[in-house]
């Protein structure tokens, strides 16, 4: 054997298992040497033979071709991380676990930043849940991803009916094309954002005017008016846990069905007439912000009161269109 | 055929090849043979395979308990032959089998599909 060939030899041994490589390679170089030759034998002159013995070895070596593959050949491990088999599952649980966690991540340590930092702010906030929410989401990513390489290499290859089902997934039947072809993903992304939305509306009247740089206004105090009865707190978050149940109801069903749509559009009603009657007859803003001259003035009042029933007519146009869609 | 065809068909032909080395190296196997006789038997019968795939199968097979490997040193250079066990024979029948039935089959289809 040449050099060449004992090069060309070890490359494939490299990439085979420790274990067989002594059998590989006993094997690739029984076949050069027969290949070779096989090519030296059929050249006409006993001299052409000689001077030909290392191009025969070229050209059979090239024969073979890459080394790595050849290796590939005789390792027949999977050459993706993840096959056809466990894509469905991969992807499945990419939808649900990352959009949880993202939530879950954001929520968490929103709450921790606010409840740990002494004067909490919009760019701390920000920057604290953001920077822990990315990577809380790429660990999950990164696990996720390497659970289902080592369940694709794991997993027996004779049994492919129960491949590509984690334990206890049922087996796919037609009922399951209505589920996703009405579905969604989209309808579940919609109310996971319009809970985020509702839980923001929620702490505004608690966010204090410090935590958008505009402290010194009022000394710090929230943006609404803290004087207001706590009938009209507890009516503004009874309407919106209300708002957030219906959200829960599109999630929980996966599609929205003219149940939950109907419900979130008369809770929208109450909301926008409930801040509609609290804009019309009551101090909301912080009496120090303004100076009378922003939401307590006729025209702020007539604006405030004509943004939150364009918001509504907005939301009732997409809703009833989202319907219409998910009817077809 | 245009260039995109032979693209095709090449491809197609490459998937129907596959199994059939299989089934024509475990006949072939039935007197025993090295993987470079088997190869230059291949070739004559018209079945043609890269040694590069033919090498790596014949380990495969050999795992799967249809070939028994055996070296031979007492030739000039050391060889690996392969004889089919009987689990390979009883395999090759059944494959050979399924080849006639899918041969029969086809003639059938394209003769009714014929106009």
Same mark, same amino acid.
């Given at each position: 054997?040449?050099?060449?060939?004992?090069?060309?030899?070890?490359?494939?041994?490299?990439?085979?298992?420790?274990?067989?490589?002594?059998?590989?390679?006993?094997?690739?170089?029984?076949?050069?040497?027969?290949?070779?030759?096989?090519?030296?034998?059929?050249?006409?002159?006993?001299?052409?033979?000689?001077?030909?013995?290392?191009?025969?070895?070229?050209?059979?070596?090239?024969?073979?071709?890459?080394?790595?593959?050849?290796?590939?050949?005789?390792?027949?491990?999977?050459?993706?991380?993840?096959?056809?088999?466990?894509?469905?599952?991969?992807?499945?649980?990419?939808?649900?676990?990352?959009?949880?966690?993202?939530?879950?991540?954001?929520?968490?340590?929103?709450?921790?930043?606010?409840?740990?930092?002494?004067?909490?702010?919009?760019?701390?906030?920000?920057?604290?849940?953001? !920077?822990? =929410? #990315?990577?809380? /989401?790429?660990? %999950? &990513?990164? *696990?996720?991803?390497? @659970?289902?390489?080592? $369940?694709?290499?794991?997993?027996?290859?004779?049994?492919?009916?129960?491949?590509?089902?984690?334990?206890?997934?049922?087996?796919?039947?037609?009922?399951?094309?209505?589920?996703?072809?009405?579905?969604?993903?989209?309808?579940?992304?919609?109310?996971?954002?319009?809970?985020?939305?509702?839980?923001?509306?929620?702490?505004?009247?608690?966010?204090?005017?410090?935590?958008?740089?505009?402290?010194?206004?009022?000394?710090?105090?929230?943006?609404?008016?803290?004087?207001?009865?706590?009938?009209?707190?507890?009516?503004?978050?009874?309407?919106?846990?209300?708002?957030?149940?219906?959200?829960?109801?599109?999630?929980?069903?996966?599609?929205?069905?003219?149940?939950?749509?109907?419900? !979130?559009? =008369? #809770?929208?009603? /109450?909301?926008? %007439? &409930?801040? *509609?009657?609290?804009? @019309?007859?009551?101090? $909301?803003?912080?009496?120090?912000?303004?100076?009378?001259?922003?939401?307590?003035?006729?025209?702020?009042?007539?604006?405030?009161?004509?943004?939150?029933?364009?918001?509504?007519?907005?939301?009732?146009?997409?809703?009833?269109?989202?319907?219409?869609?998910?009817?077809? | 055929?245009?260039?995109?065809?032979?693209?095709?068909l090449?491809i197609h032909q490459q998937e129907l090849r596959r199994g059939t080395v299989v089934l024509a190296s475990l006949l072939t196997c039935r007197t025993?043979q090295?993987?470079?006789?088997l190869l230059?038997g291949l070739e004559e019968a018209g079945i043609r395979v890269e040694?590069?795939t033919l090498?790596?199968l014949l380990?495969r097979l050999?795992?799967q308990g249809l070939l028994?490997?055996?070296?031979?040193?007492?030739?000039?250079?050391?060889?690996?032959?392969y004889t089919l066990t009987e689990a390979g024979a009883r395999v090759a029948d059944a494959l050979y089998a399924d080849w006639l039935d899918l041969t029969s089959s086809l003639t059938a289809l394209r003769k009714e599909t014929?106009?």
């Amino acid at each position: 054997m040449t050099a060449l060939t004992e090069r060309y030899v070890d490359v494939v041994l490299a990439h085979v298992p420790e274990d067989q490589r002594e059998e590989i390679g006993a094997e690739i170089h029984a076949m050069i040497a027969d290949m070779v030759e096989a090519r030296q034998s059929g050249a006409a002159d006993p001299a052409d033979a000689a001077i030909t013995s290392g191009a025969a070895e070229r050209e059979v070596l090239e024969q073979l071709g890459d080394p790595a593959a050849l290796a590939r050949e005789y390792a027949r491990t999977p050459q993706h991380l993840i096959g056809p088999d466990w894509y469905p599952v991969y992807m499945w649980a990419l939808r649900w676990i990352l959009p949880l966690v993202g939530v879950a991540a954001l929520l968490v340590n929103g709450i921790v930043y606010s409840a740990t930092e002494a004067r909490p702010q919009l760019g701390g906030l920000i920057g604290t849940a953001l !920077g822990q =929410t #990315v990577g809380a /989401l790429l660990i %999950a &990513f990164a *696990t996720l991803t390497i @659970l289902l390489a080592v $369940v694709e290499r794991t997993s027996g290859a004779e049994d492919r009916s129960a491949r590509g089902r984690l334990p206890g997934m049922r087996p796919w039947t037609v009922e399951q094309l209505g589920d996703r072809a009405a579905s969604g993903s989209s309808v579940r992304a919609d109310a996971l954002v319009s809970l985020v939305l509702i839980a923001l509306l929620a702490a505004v009247p608690v966010i204090p005017t410090s935590f958008l740089y505009v402290g010194h206004l009022n000394g710090g105090e929230p943006f609404v008016n803290p004087g207001l009865a706590a009938g009209w707190f507890l009516g503004y978050w009874g309407l919106l846990a209300l708002l957030a149940a219906t959200e829960v109801w599109k999630a929980v069903r996966a599609r929205l069905t003219p149940g939950p749509a109907f419900a !979130g559009i =008369t #809770v929208d009603v /109450l909301i926008a %007439a &409930f801040l *509609t009657v609290a804009l @019309l007859t009551q101090r $909301v803003l912080h009496p120090a912000l303004g100076d009378e001259g922003l939401l307590d003035g006729a025209l702020g009042t007539v604006l405030a009161v004509a943004a939150v029933w364009a918001i509504f007519a907005c939301d009732l146009v997409s809703t009833l269109r989202a319907l219409r869609e998910s009817r077809r | 055929m245009s260039s995109q065809e032979n693209e095709a068909l090449a491809i197609h032909q490459q998937e129907l090849r596959r199994g059939t080395v299989v089934l024509a190296s475990l006949l072939t196997c039935r007197t025993p043979q090295y993987g470079y006789s088997l190869l230059s038997g291949l070739e004559e019968a018209g079945i043609r395979v890269e040694a590069n795939t033919l090498y790596p199968l014949l380990r495969r097979l050999e795992k799967q308990g249809l070939l028994r490997a055996e070296w031979n040193t007492a030739e000039a250079r050391p060889r690996k032959y392969y004889t089919l066990t009987e689990a390979g024979a009883r395999v090759a029948d059944a494959l050979y089998a399924d080849w006639l039935d899918l041969t029969s089959s086809l003639t059938a289809l394209r003769k009714e599909t014929t106009p």
